[in-house]
């Protein structure tokens, strides 16, 4: 995608090689920009109100990378033990961290799939 500032126009090619261009309002630009970003990324949450109203950081690393640096208050349950920790999960709003967000992003799937309301903090420095 190609975006002209001064002209507010943007162009991007199709998978079949499509050339498309339209204009954009030039107040509406970074709205524009916004948008997408929303989309792909959804809404930003606020890990440390969440942390205040009471939910709880669930650290998926291993217990050696959890002992080298944690969240302060976090839990740290390894994902290949986060099936058998389910029942202390159940009604409560969990945030998952982990070294990168890869792990903590298999840890939320396994959450939902058990009705467990979570968020993917991504690193765990994300929440300190």
Not at 6 to 35: A, D, I
Not at 46 to 70: C, M, N, T
């Amino acid at each position: 995608m190609i975006y002209n500032a001064e002209l507010g126009l943007v162009t991007y090619v199709t998978f079949k090689n499509l050339v498309h261009s339209y204009y954009c309002r030039k107040q509406n630009n970074m709205g524009f920009f916004q948008n997408i970003k929303k989309q792909i990324f959804g809404t930003p949450v606020d890990y440390i109100a969440l942390i205040a109203k009471g939910a709880v950081v669930v650290d998926v690393r291993s217990p050696q990378e959890f002992q080298s640096g944690h969240a302060k208050g976090s839990k740290n349950i390894p994902l290949q033990n986060l099936n058998g920790k389910i029942k202390q999960l159940k009604g409560k709003e969990v945030i998952v961290v982990c070294k990168s967000g890869m792990r903590a992003g298999q840890a939320k799937n396994t959450l939902l799939k058990n009705e467990i309301t979570c968020h993917n903090a991504g690193a765990w420095q994300n929440v300190i």
